[in-house]
């Protein structure tokens, strides 16, 4: 059985992850409940993918602390960084490498985001399932979640949660 990878990510309820500023402050004054199924869902996780930009912003918003530890972390990069205890700067061949951690040992993989890294995803087919929580807010602008692209696929959705005023959206991406 191959491993899948996860795209678990919030949004505004007009499809922003993030205002152009790189600001989440929206989604952080909505009123929660709990950890909005996070905990549940990072149990099931082993392996993160991340965009080197949405990298840099978790590291200055949690002071430089890395905040995914006991995950073993993986950062896209189209520059050369010097990999640190808890993450390795990659830039290899999205798609080969991505296919070569699907067939491995292990639990889901998260793909945290950007919106850059997810474009390339999409494009390439690697996303089986997402998980998207919308928040009641309507920003206007920023970075979108989907960015427009040639690319196109049929989902299912196999469950919905709310959590206060988030609401949770399951899919699989149908092959």
Not at 20 to 48: A, H, R
Not at 56 to 77: A, I, L, N, R
Not at 96 to 113: D, M, Q, R, V
Request: charged fraction near 25%; charge should be negative.
């Amino acid at each position: 059985m191959m491993r899948k990878v996860v795209l678990y990510i919030a949004q505004s309820l007009d499809g922003y992850i993030a205002t152009k500023e790189d600001s989440l402050d929206w989604l952080f004054s909505v009123e929660s409940e709990g950890d909005n199924g996070y905990g549940e869902f990072i149990n099931g996780v082993d392996t993160i993918l991340i965009g080197k930009r949405t990298y840099d912003w978790v590291m200055e918003q949690e002071k430089g602390e890395f905040p995914y530890k006991d995950k073993e972390c993986f950062v896209f990069s189209r520059s050369v960084n010097e990999d640190t205890e808890y993450v390795k700067f990659i830039h290899p061949d999205i798609k080969a490498f991505t296919n070569h951690l699907k067939n491995g040992e292990g639990k889901s993989i998260w793909l945290i985001g950007g919106g850059d890294l997810l474009y390339t995803f999409l494009q390439e087919n690697l996303i089986d399932e997402m998980i998207v929580t919308v928040a009641p807010r309507i920003i206007g602008e920023g970075i979108p979640l989907f960015k427009a692209g040639d690319y196109q696929f049929n989902l299912s959705l196999i469950s919905t949660r709310t959590f206060n005023q988030f609401v949770e959206l399951h899919y699989v991406v149908e092959r």
